[in-house]
T-cell receptor
Framework: KQEVTQIPAALSVPEGENLVLNCSFT??????LQWFRQDPGKGLTSLLL?????REQTSGRLNASLDKSSGRSTLYIAASQPGDSATYLC??????????FGTGTSLTVIP | KAGVTQTPRYLIKTRGQQVTLSCSPI?????VSWYQQTPGQGLQFLFE???????NKGNFPGRFSGRQFSNSRSEMNVSTLELGDSALYLC?????????????FGQGTRLTVV
């Protein structure tokens, strides 16, 4: 069974810092990996999608990498802002629209 | 372009009752999947529908069921509600659920069972 782990569980940084969130998964047979953010009590907002054949994807201040063979992905956030405060979830997809989610990293950016 | 719409946003039900939640996917999307999110278990996959057929199913009891209509809208039903069913229920839609398509989530339905 696929297990997804995210480290750290919580992170607090001052505004302007660059930071890295980590995600690891046990089964490398994945279709793709998607990073989401979730604000309290809200749904999930898609940030980046990385196909299994790709190494990284970038969108604005966000960069996600994927090392499928080692079962790892990282989400890099540059020049963090208070509006980046949220829970970040990584999810791996094996088949159809079925995702296995990590437990998330709760990020707080202090002004 | 409208996103994924879930209704209602909030529900309070009593133990033993049943409930139906609705999800309207992004226009043109044919795959809809459902997830339960609780503080203790995180996000767990319930089931996926594609072209009115259940394609995948998670490890939930038979009290949880769903269906998809010809317009791709999906409903999820939970019968004989238990306190432990209190959760945020999220649905996701994608074009066809194939490996290179991005999934988009709705805002969720917050179910409280009392």
């Amino acid at each position: 069974k696929q297990e997804v782990t995210q480290i750290p569980a919580a992170l607090s940084v001052p505004e302007g810092e660059n930071l890295v969130l980590n995600c690891s998964f046990t089964d490398s047979a994945i279709y793709n990996l998607q990073w989401f953010r979730q604000d309290p009590g809200k749904g999930l907002t898609s940030l980046l999608l990385i196909q299994s054949s790709q190494r990284e994807q970038t969108s604005g201040r966000l960069n996600a990498s994927l090392d499928k063979s080692s079962g790892r992905s990282t989400l890099y956030i540059a020049a963090s802002q208070p509006g980046d405060s949220a829970t970040y979830l990584c999810a791996v997809r094996r088949t159809g629209n079925q995702f296995y989610f990590g437990t998330g990293t709760s990020l707080t950016v202090i002004p | 372009k409208a996103g994924v719409t879930q209704t209602p946003r909030y529900l309070i039900k009593t133990r033993g009752q049943q409930v139906t939640l609705s999800c309207s996917p992004i226009s043109g999307h044919r795959s809809v999947s459902w997830y339960q999110q609780t503080p203790g278990q995180g996000l767990q996959f319930l089931f996926e529908y594609f072209s009115e057929t259940q394609r995948n199913k998670g490890n939930f009891p038979g009290r949880f069921s769903g269906r998809q209509f010809s317009n791709s809208r999906s409903e999820m039903n939970v019968s004989t509600l238990e306190l432990g069913d209190s959760a945020l229920y999220l649905c996701a839609s994608s074009l066809d659920g194939q490996k290179n398509t991005e999934a988009f989530f709705g805002q969720g339905t917050r179910l409280t069972v009392v």
